[in-house]
């Protein structure tokens, strides 16, 4: 085996090279379908359209090295380093086909890309909550508040920059009666925008209806084991902001006080002291007329 050696070897050679020419005669052609892959891109930008998921790719070569590629399905890397706000316009290259050098592009579908970026921005923007519901009618809205009050926005800088503050989705209050009631509420967040948190606490606080009314008390003196001594006028007119429930009472006024207080020891004669007002919870003394009065001790 081992005499002529150099023969052999020579024959075996080629062997291979006319296996090589006659099967590299055979060239075909196929469309591969290869998936874009994207690199280089800009942590400050973001592509807003025009992007394109896939290519076919129009091949020729060997036909076992084209069948050998449709098994592989290689990606092309579409290089984003260079992108910019506004329109771009990046051709697909035939030499960043991942392909070997026996195999040649023929055409590539699309040619190319026109994306639309623009340049991230974030911001914090005020959060308005948007709700509907009734407390019920001797009640009315004190204060309707997003918690948290503000959320941080991101997305395209030409959307960002144009908002004032955030809406959030409505929601119902099905609640009736004074005090706080909280609800969850999802942002209404324009297309292609982000927000953290996506959602909120809407807490909507409701209180009673008061009215000012004008009532007619008598004065009293105290303590009401004090001898010789009376006030003058006997009556004082008072104007109190009253919670409706109670404004509707017919013994409001029974409710209600307005006394003076004279302190011991006081000196026989005509002295002017203040009237004092009592008013049950939730009323809130507006005026007093008169706001003083005589008070008479007389001699023992």
């Not at 590299?24 to 196929?30: A, H, I, S």
């Amino acid at each position: 085996m081992l005499r002529n050696w150099q023969y052999r070897l020579m024959a075996l050679a080629l062997a291979l090279a006319c296996w090589y020419i006659v099967t590299g005669r055979e060239k075909v052609q196929t469309v591969v379908e290869m998936p874009v892959e994207v690199v280089g891109a800009r942590p400050d930008m973001l592509v807003l359209g025009g992007m394109a998921d896939k290519i076919a790719v129009r091949v020729r070569g060997p036909r076992a090295l084209v069948r050998r590629l449709e098994e592989r399905r290689p990606a092309y890397s579409l290089d984003l380093s260079g992108l910019e706000p506004g329109e771009t316009t990046i051709p697909f290259e035939a030499e960043n086909v991942p392909l070997s050098m026996a195999l040649e592009v023929v055409a590539i579908d699309p040619p190319g890309v026109t994306l639309t970026a623009d340049r991230l921005m974030e911001r914090e923007l005020p959060v308005r909550p948007v709700w509907t519901g009734a407390p019920g009618k001797d009640y009315e809205l004190v204060a309707a508040t997003a918690l948290p009050a503000e959320v941080r926005v991101r997305g395209p800088m030409a959307a960002v920059s144009k908002l004032e503050e955030l809406a959030t989705r409505e929601v119902a209050v099905n609640a009736t009666g004074q005090g706080e009631h909280v609800v969850r509420a999802e942002l209404d967040l324009p297309r292609g925008l982000s927000a953290e948190p996506s959602a909120v606490r809407v807490a909507v606080e409701f209180a009673v209806k008061r009215k000012s009314i004008w009532l007619k008390l008598p004065v009293r003196v105290l303590p009401e084991t004090l001898e010789g001594v009376d006030a003058s006028p006997s009556t004082v007119q008072v104007r109190a902001l009253v919670p409706l429930p109670l404004a509707r009472a017919q013994d409001l006024a029974e409710q209600c006080m307005a006394y003076v207080l004279p302190p011991s020891g006081l000196e026989p004669g005509t002295h002017q002291m203040p009237v004092r007002i009592k008013l049950p919870d939730g009323c809130t003394l507006e005026k007093v007329a008169p706001e003083t009065l005589e008070v008479r001790v007389k001699k023992k």
